[in-house]
């Protein structure tokens, strides 16, 4: 574990450099005349300033500062995933664990799941876009459109897990000891839950990916398009501030998971 924390610890001092050195690059072509004095002084600057929640001023709109744009962006994202994830665990989590239970159940929802995989994201949301789209329901059908995507995986997931599950020797012991079946069920899930925390954790490069394409297909005023616009308007304080922040977070929230993992597994 401290290897991870070490390596988190290292990426989250490089990722700064990169990011600053690949924007320099593409925001002047005279970037590589300069000298290593006069980079490394504009780099120490600006990380500086970000250390201190600073980064700078939008070049499109250059009387409003990128913290500004970023705070108003978030709070958006941020509702998006968590209901997301609300729909995709409370809709696969019971569905799963009766396809573990009941064969028939599973190869009804083998098929629609099937069905909901074979279609694009993007298709999805555009179906539901001009279908139901109404102002009132900004972050319900984007977050329904992420949730479609991800619930075959995780029922099917679900499903396995609960399936093996059901097969170990202490869901027999507890069964002839005359638990009843919510106490069985219960002592699944408490054995169960560190493996949903792992799928969780795979998930997050994905459902990232996914907020930044629904967020541009309804127009909600989020990070993901944010970043499309500032980077079709070269903005790059903004693409700097973005990238920077999506990074740290990616790496914190691996880390975070990482110890919750190892957490539960000892304690399970």
């Given at each position: 574990?401290?290897?991870?924390?070490?390596?988190?610890?290292?990426?989250?001092?490089?990722?700064?450099?990169?990011?600053?050195?690949?924007?320099?690059?593409?925001?002047?072509?005279?970037?590589?005349?300069?000298?290593?004095e006069i980079f490394f002084k504009r780099y120490f600057t600006w990380f500086g300033d970000c250390?201190?929640?600073?980064?700078?001023?939008?070049?499109?709109?250059?009387?409003?500062?990128?913290?500004?744009?970023?705070?108003?962006?978030?709070?958006?994202?941020?509702?998006?995933?968590?209901?997301?994830?609300?729909?995709?665990?409370?809709?696969?989590?019971?569905?799963?664990?009766?396809?573990?239970?009941?064969?028939?159940?599973?190869?009804?929802?083998?098929?629609?799941?099937?069905?909901?995989?074979?279609?694009?994201?993007?298709?999805?949301?555009?179906?539901?876009?001009?279908?139901?789209?109404?102002?009132?329901?900004?972050?319900?059908?984007?977050?329904?459109?992420?949730?479609?995507?991800?619930?075959?995986?995780?029922?099917?997931?679900?499903?396995?897990?609960?399936?093996?599950?059901?097969?170990?020797?202490?869901?027999?012991?507890?069964?002839?000891?005359?638990?009843?079946?919510?106490?069985?069920?219960?002592?699944?899930?408490?054995?169960?839950?560190?493996?949903?925390?792992?799928?969780?954790?795979?998930?997050?490069?994905?459902?990232?990916?996914?907020?930044?394409?629904?967020?541009?297909?309804?127009?909600?005023?989020?990070?993901?398009?944010?970043?499309?616009?500032?980077?079709?308007?070269?903005?790059?304080?903004?693409?700097?501030?973005?990238?920077?922040?999506?990074?740290?977070?990616?790496?914190?929230?691996?880390?975070?998971?990482?110890?919750?993992?190892?957490?539960?597994?000892?304690?399970?």
């Open positions: 574990m401290k290897q991870k924390m070490l390596s988190s610890i290292t990426i989250l001092l490089a990722l700064p450099l990169i990011c600053f050195t690949f924007l320099t690059l593409a925001q002047s072509t005279v970037a590589t005349l300069e000298t290593d250390l201190h929640l600073d980064f700078g001023m939008s070049q499109i709109n250059t009387e409003v500062s990128v913290n500004n744009i970023l705070l108003q962006s978030t709070p958006y994202t941020v509702k998006l995933i968590a209901l997301s994830l609300i729909i995709v665990l409370a809709i696969s989590i019971p569905i799963g664990a009766m396809c573990a239970v009941h064969s028939d159940f599973a190869n009804i929802f083998k098929y629609i799941a099937s069905l909901l995989s074979t279609i694009p994201i993007y298709w999805l949301g555009l179906i539901l876009s001009l279908s139901f789209y109404a102002k009132e329901s900004m972050l319900v059908l984007p977050a329904l459109t992420i949730a479609l995507g991800h619930i075959p995986i995780w029922i099917k997931f679900t499903k396995d897990t609960f399936s093996q599950a059901l097969s170990q020797d202490y869901v027999l012991y507890d069964k002839a000891r005359g638990l009843s079946n919510y106490k069985v069920w219960l002592h699944i899930w408490s054995n169960c839950v560190p493996a949903f925390v792992a799928a969780l954790h795979k998930s997050i490069a994905q459902l990232i990916l996914a907020v930044i394409i629904v967020e541009n297909i309804f127009f909600v005023p989020g990070l993901g398009s944010l970043f499309l616009k500032a980077w079709i308007n070269q903005d790059f304080p903004v693409i700097q501030a973005f990238v920077l922040l999506i990074g740290v977070v990616g790496v914190v929230a691996t880390l975070g998971f990482e110890l919750l993992e190892n957490y539960l597994t000892r304690n399970v």
